[in-house]
């Protein structure tokens, strides 16, 4: 569902209030397609209830395009050229992602490296760290980071230990984390989002699938 704010009857925020009661729509993807300038309280409001925020602009139907596709499933290959057109060119050009700064927490340095040119093509700013405490320390000395993509198989302290970790620590208390790990089992959702992460993709990593995510939780 693609959802304005402004509607005549009641608030997009009751509106998603009311959806969320209801269990067959439990797992319906909102993105919320808005001009209201939010606050900082909206905001965080709204992240917990939808699934991507846009704010129409210049770029915005590009982006929900994007995200449409991303909710939908939809491979790339079955829109129409136009529309891939569309999609490549902003992220060729990719100013949500720009200048971002992205922790990745791997105990494997392939996967690091792998991850860090890929993000680094798209002029993201990236630290990494091989262990749970390592990531912690960056985190605490290392200001202005955007988002944590953390893997959860780690030796000695894994992904789900350093996520509830770093939720214990106040400031980082609505960190964006994104949550990757190597095992697609049912159940690996809710285990990950209730260990502390915001969202959760399983390896082998599909790329244009990551880079919507980031650009969701890096706004």
């Keep these: 569902m693609v959802l304005d704010l402004g509607l005549t009857d009641m608030t997009g925020f009751a509106l998603l209030d009311e959806i969320g009661k209801d269990p067959a729509l439990k797992q319906l993807p909102v993105i919320v397609y808005t001009g ?3 606050s900082l309280k909206e905001e965080q409001r709204l992240k917990r209830l939808a699934k991507s925020i846009i704010i129409k602009d210049a770029q915005s139907p590009e982006l929900l395009l994007d ?3 991303l909710y939908l499933h939809r491979p790339e290959a079955s829109l129409d050229e136009e529309k891939r057109r569309i999609i490549e060119k902003m992220r060729l050009e990719d ?3 720009a200048g971002k700064s ?3 927490v791997d105990d494997d340095v ?3 490296f792998a991850l ?11 630290h990494y760290s091989e262990s ?5 320390e960056i985190l605490q000395n290392t200001p202005g980071i955007d988002v944590v993509l953390m893997d959860v198989m780690m030796p000695d302290m894994d992904g789900y230990e350093t996520m509830t970790a770093i939720r214990k620590i106040a400031k980082f208390k609505d960190l964006p984390i ?9 159940g690996d959702r809710e285990k990950c989002l209730e260990a502390g992460a915001s969202d959760y993709i399983a390896k082998p990593v599909d790329i244009p699938q990551l880079l919507s995510m980031l650009r969701v939780w890096s706004r």
Excluded: F
């Excluded at 994104?178 to 049912?186: E, F, G, N, P, V």
């Design 36 to 38: 209201k300038e939010l």
């Design 67 to 69: 995200e449409t596709s």
């Design 95 to 97: 100013p949500a992602l």
């Design 102 to 104: 992205v922790l990745i």
């Design 110 to 112: 392939r996967n690091i």
């Design 116 to 126: 860090t040119s890929l993000l680094e093509q798209h002029k993201v700013k990236t």
């Design 132 to 136: 749970g405490k390592g990531a912690i």
């Design 178 to 186: 994104i949550a990757l790990t190597a095992k697609a089992m049912k």
